[in-house]
């Protein structure tokens, strides 16, 4: 009986692992000093601009280009908190006892992940307040508040839906 209940232990300990882990990465990147992080997305700005320019795509457009840069930043924003939302979502589906959601159950999951998110994400603009060279923007976590609705909404249209919820 409990060697039955053991996997379902440890894939709910691994995915509350895999937040706790992404959760660290986000910090580990908000602790890092501008110049650090503004030279990484300098660098991912080249990446594109290289890769635009592979394609043919002539334009004004380079690598020291302040939107662009700005661009990388906030998609940067975007892309951590959707996966961190997703990572939320699966560790407390995970967490349902015997992995059996129903459609109430699942819209007050959908809530917890996204005022986890949120609130990640003001913990994480306060932190970098005090990083040199980093600030606190309210932007910035309305940015990392549209990516968790648009991974929970992800999540519904195409995972949840995929397990009859």
Known sequence: MSGARRPKTWRRLFSWAAVLAWMALIFFMSARPYELSGTDSGRV???IVGILESLGVKGRLNSTD????LFVRKAGHFVEYAVLCLL?????????QKNKVDKRTYRNMALVAMVLCVGFAITDEVHQYF??????RASDVVIDAASSASAILFYMRYIARRRNI
């Open 45 to 47: 700005a080249e990446l």
């Open 66 to 69: 302040t939107t662009l840069v």
């Open 88 to 96: 939320v979502m699966n560790a407390l589906v995970k967490s349902k």
């Open 131 to 136: 990083v040199p060279g980093r600030s606190m």
